[in-house]
């Protein structure tokens, strides 16, 4: 019985944790640029950065002065583009009209460690993509569609950055 229990807990090796950096318990996240003219993905995109931050718990997001490291992060490209189109017949000819559209947020970032010249993570770019369909007002549709999008955006750059290494 007492070598079935010593067995039992030697295991095989593996063990259940995270991939994250032995050494970097924690981040913060530095104000977020918009290149774009898109209003308000920079304060959406870092809201998101920091709630897909604490859902994956592999580091705690404090501020910039406690912090192990720093993700640095700028929005360089919007596009919308048309998915699908209806058409809408009358009397003299085909309207063609889009249904449903999608929007992709691509955003450069870097992870730096305060104090030192080389980054932890040099530039990568993460891209994120949503689908909107805008019955009534087009402009409300977009940005909670380009909401979206940041989001998994973020999602993609906290997935890159806990397991870099």
Excluded at 53 to 71: H, N, Q, R
Excluded at 132 to 148: I, L, M
Aim: hydrophobic residues 40%; proline residues 4%.
């Amino acid at each position: 019985m007492a070598a079935l229990v010593l067995s039992g807990l030697c295991g095989c090796g593996y063990h259940i944790g995270t991939f994250g950096h032995p050494q970097i318990k924690t981040i913060a996240i530095a104000a977020v640029k918009n290149d774009t003219t898109v209003y308000n993905l920079a304060y959406q995109m870092r809201n998101y950065l920091s709630e897909q931050f604490m859902l994956d718990g592999t580091l705690k997001v404090v501020s910039e002065k406690k912090a192990d490291c720093i993700i640095y992060m700028h929005i360089t490209d919007v596009t919308v583009r048309e998915v699908t189109t209806t058409t809408q017949y009358d009397d003299r000819n085909n309207n063609f009209q889009p249904e449903e559209w999608a929007i992709t947020v691509t955003a450069e970032y870097s992870v730096i460690i305060p104090g030192r010249k080389k980054p932890l993570i040099p530039l990568r770019q993460v891209t994120g993509t949503a689908n909107f369909q805008a019955p009534g007002d087009t402009d409300s549709a977009k940005r909670q569609g380009a909401g979206q999008a940041c989001r998994e955006a973020a999602v993609m750059a906290v997935e890159f950055t806990t397991e870099a290494w």
